[in-house]
């Protein structure tokens, strides 16, 4: 790949993956059949064994996940900045108000100490993200949600397959969501996950993805109707996944435990090339986890961080910032929200970036990463 930018992350597609996508559209079903179905399970089985609702995005995962735990306005959500977006305004679409608790210096994920000072009567969701694939401590998190009766939220975005303290993610929060989009540990193209450990929970998301819409019998309003129907109780939206992308999901999660061997590979040897490096700082990694790697954050210290990117760039490596802090975004700023207020996670994105990282780049591509990058710094 030496001639052309090597991405920052990409997809991987085998012949098997093909021939499951083509085998659906050789079928019957084109969306909600067999495959949504045989996915849906397989993605609980790698969670813990826990009711997973398969949908088009991890931005309608989120939706769904707050909308299935009800919040609304007057309630609050705790998140941190360091994520995507998406984390935060799904909760804000509905409502309710983001409160940003500040991240640890060196893993950049949310700080439970932080977040402990910040949950109120008020506060819903304790919703946490695995930042780069690195499970949070969800042992420290959970209690501090349950003493205020809120949830905990893992968006696994980018952790899917990483356990901690044994435990896989899917089991680590009371809900958990995922993305499939190609940049992540797998995927269905555009795709997404919510998985809750409580059967109501896990009901309402999958009525909220299918418009609301359900069928039980024994749960009917309108009593005297026939074979035919369905009603609605709340508002939902149509965020169903189709069979075409669920086999392919299906066919993906077969290769998750190699995707992450290889993604943890790459890590140890950029860790390794970067140890000695000045000017550079690898991410740490807690005794207690084993990530899926989804990105690789490198820090490029001494202001210079600018100054780097674009010139990996300018040298064929396409490099990425993961993420500008999510309070920093112009439609959080309209609401009140100024920077300064999480120094950690400012301090981190002054300084990050994320270097070529999936399972199809050769050691060959990884090391003319390594020899560019420390050639920039040194
Ligand atoms: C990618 C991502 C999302 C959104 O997922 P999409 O599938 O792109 O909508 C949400 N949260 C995090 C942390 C992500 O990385």
């Given at each position: 790949?030496?001639?052309?930018?090597?991405?920052?992350?990409?997809q991987?597609?085998?012949d098997?993956?093909?021939?499951?996508?083509?085998?659906?559209?050789?079928?019957?079903?084109?969306?909600?059949?067999?495959a949504?179905?045989?996915?849906e399970?397989?993605v609980?089985?790698?969670?813990?064994?826990?009711?997973?609702?398969?949908c088009?995005?991890?931005?309608?995962?989120?939706?769904?996940?707050?909308?299935?735990?009800?919040?609304?306005?007057?309630?609050?959500?705790?998140?941190?900045?360091?994520?995507?977006?998406?984390?935060?305004?799904?909760?804000?679409?509905?409502?309710?108000?983001?409160?940003?608790?500040?991240?640890?210096?060196?893993?950049?994920?949310?700080?439970?100490?932080?977040?402990?000072?910040?949950?109120?009567?008020?506060?819903?969701?304790?919703?946490?993200?695995?930042?780069?694939?690195?499970?949070?401590?969800?042992?420290?998190?959970?209690?501090?949600?349950?003493?205020?009766?809120?949830?905990?939220?893992?968006?696994?975005?980018?952790?899917?397959?990483?356990?901690?303290?044994?435990?896989?993610?899917?089991?680590?929060?009371?809900?958990?969501?995922?993305?499939?989009?190609?940049?992540?540990?797998?995927?269905?193209?555009?795709?997404?996950?919510?998985?809750?450990?409580?059967?109501?929970?896990?009901?309402?998301?999958?009525?909220?993805?299918?418009?609301?819409?359900?069928?039980?019998?024994?749960?009917?309003?309108?009593?005297?109707?026939?074979?035919?129907?369905?009603?609605?109780?709340?508002?939902?939206?149509?965020?169903?996944?189709?069979?075409?992308g669920?086999?392919?999901?299906?066919?993906?999660?077969?290769?998750?435990?190699?995707?992450?061997?290889?993604?943890?590979?790459?890590?140890?040897?950029?860790?390794?090339?970067?140890?000695?490096?000045?000017?550079?700082?690898?991410?740490?990694?807690?005794?207690?986890?084993?990530?899926?790697?989804?990105?690789?954050?490198?820090?490029?210290?001494?202001?210079?961080?600018?100054?780097?990117?674009?010139?990996?760039?300018?040298?064929?490596?396409?490099?990425?910032?993961?993420?500008?802090?999510?309070?920093?975004?112009?439609?959080?700023?309209?609401?009140?929200?100024?920077?300064?207020?999480?120094?950690?996670?400012?301090?981190?994105?002054?300084?990050?970036?994320?270097?070529?990282?999936?399972?199809?780049?050769?050691?060959?591509?990884?090391?003319?990463?390594?020899?560019?990058?420390?050639?920039l710094?040194?």
């Amino acid at each position: 790949m030496s001639d052309r930018m090597l991405p920052y992350g990409r997809q991987s597609i085998n012949d098997d993956d093909i021939e499951a996508v083509a085998a659906v559209l050789r079928g019957d079903w084109l969306t909600t059949g067999p495959a949504v179905s045989a996915f849906e399970e397989a993605v609980a089985e790698v969670s813990g064994g826990h009711p997973a609702v398969s949908c088009t995005s991890g931005t309608a995962a989120l939706h769904i996940a707050y909308a299935a735990l009800d919040i609304g306005p007057g309630d609050e959500i705790v998140t941190t900045p360091m994520t995507f977006v998406a984390t935060a305004s799904g909760a804000t679409l509905l409502g309710a108000k983001v409160v940003f608790a500040d991240v640890e210096e060196d893993t950049a994920l949310i700080d439970p100490a932080i977040v402990s000072e910040l949950v109120t009567e008020r506060t819903k969701v304790v919703a946490a993200v695995d930042y780069a694939g690195h499970p949070c401590d969800y042992d420290a998190l959970q209690p501090i949600a349950d003493r205020v009766g809120a949830k905990t939220l893992d968006d696994a975005a980018h952790s899917i397959g990483g356990t901690y303290r044994g435990r896989p993610v899917g089991d680590l929060a009371d809900v958990t969501t995922y993305s499939f989009f190609p940049t992540k540990n797998l995927t269905t193209a555009e795709g997404g996950a919510v998985v809750a450990k409580d059967a109501d929970i896990a009901r309402r998301a999958k009525e909220f993805h299918n418009i609301g819409l359900m069928r039980d019998p024994q749960r009917f309003r309108i009593t005297d109707e026939g074979p035919w129907h369905q009603e609605v109780h709340e508002f939902g939206l149509n965020y169903r996944l189709t069979d075409v992308g669920a086999a392919l999901g299906l066919s993906q999660l077969k290769r998750l435990a190699g995707f992450k061997k290889r993604r943890a590979e790459i890590t140890a040897r950029y860790n390794e090339a970067f140890a000695g490096v000045d000017g550079l700082r690898t991410p740490p990694q807690r005794d207690d986890v084993d990530p899926a790697w989804h990105l690789y954050p490198v820090r490029v210290l001494g202001g210079r961080r600018r100054e780097v990117f674009e010139k990996l760039r300018a040298s064929g490596i396409g490099v990425q910032v993961n993420y500008i802090p999510v309070h920093w975004h112009p439609v959080f700023e309209d609401l009140g929200y100024r920077r300064g207020m999480c120094p950690n996670a400012e301090q981190f994105y002054a300084e990050e970036i994320s270097l070529p990282m999936f399972p199809d780049l050769t050691d060959a591509d990884v090391d003319r990463v390594i020899d560019t990058l420390t050639a920039l710094v040194s």
